[in-house]
């Protein structure tokens, strides 16, 4: 399968590099810098320059795309979702935050906290989900990442089997990424939004 990997320099863009490579996959993977792309060289490995504040530069017609894009900069993800959206993937596998949108009410009362500590930045969540979820995509709600190993008791569930948010629980980027990639080769969450669980 032919995957394309935004933000692909990043801890989780990262994870799903590696994670597509080892499955067998041809993957272009997109960073603003594609030096810090930091993986074995691979001939199904296409290391490109881009970025989602630039829609030009992203060439995702007919692919199927997995997003690790995360930042730190209001607006910026939101921008983003509609830059995908527009650059015509065949299918778009997005990350977002459990607690926040959607899944806040299954949160539960964490999710208050989450909100806050997110600031402005929650509502450029909320909308890029929305317009992800709005074009038939996918989203991963993730609790927090750690950089650990793929948990092998790993499961993905609806939002209507999803947990309190645990401010203290962590779930791996190889077991979300791991996720992710299940989700692309075999859907099931289309257009609607998925919880990775470590267990």
Not at 14 to 37: S, Y
Not at 90 to 107: C, D, E, F, K, Q
Request: aromatic letters at 2%; hydrophobic letters at 45%; glycine letters at 14%.
């Amino acid at each position: 399968m032919n995957l394309t990997v935004l933000a692909a320099s990043g801890r989780t863009g990262l994870a799903l590099t590696r994670e597509a490579l080892r499955r067998g996959h041809t993957v272009t993977a997109i960073a603003r810098d594609p030096r810090r792309i930091d993986v074995p060289p691979s001939a199904r490995l296409h290391k490109v320059a881009g970025d989602v504040e630039d829609p030009a530069s992203l060439a995702l017609a007919g692919s199927t795309v997995l997003s690790g894009l995360g930042t730190d900069r209001a607006g910026v993800l939101a921008a983003g979702a509609k830059a995908v959206v527009a650059a015509g993937p065949s299918r778009i596998i997005w990350l977002g935050a459990y607690g926040t949108g959607r899944s806040a009410p299954v949160a539960g009362e964490a999710a208050g906290g989450l909100a806050k500590l997110l600031g402005d930045r929650l509502g450029d969540k909320v909308e890029a989900d929305a317009t992800i979820l709005a074009a038939g995509g996918t989203v991963f709600h993730a609790g927090l990442l750690s950089d650990g190993p793929e948990s092998p008791g790993r499961r993905t569930v609806g939002l209507e089997a999803g947990p309190p948010l645990d401010f203290t629980a962590e779930i791996s980027r190889a077991t979300v990424a791991a996720a992710m990639l299940d989700e692309a080769e075999t859907p099931r969450f289309p257009g609607t939004i998925a919880l990775p669980l470590p267990e």
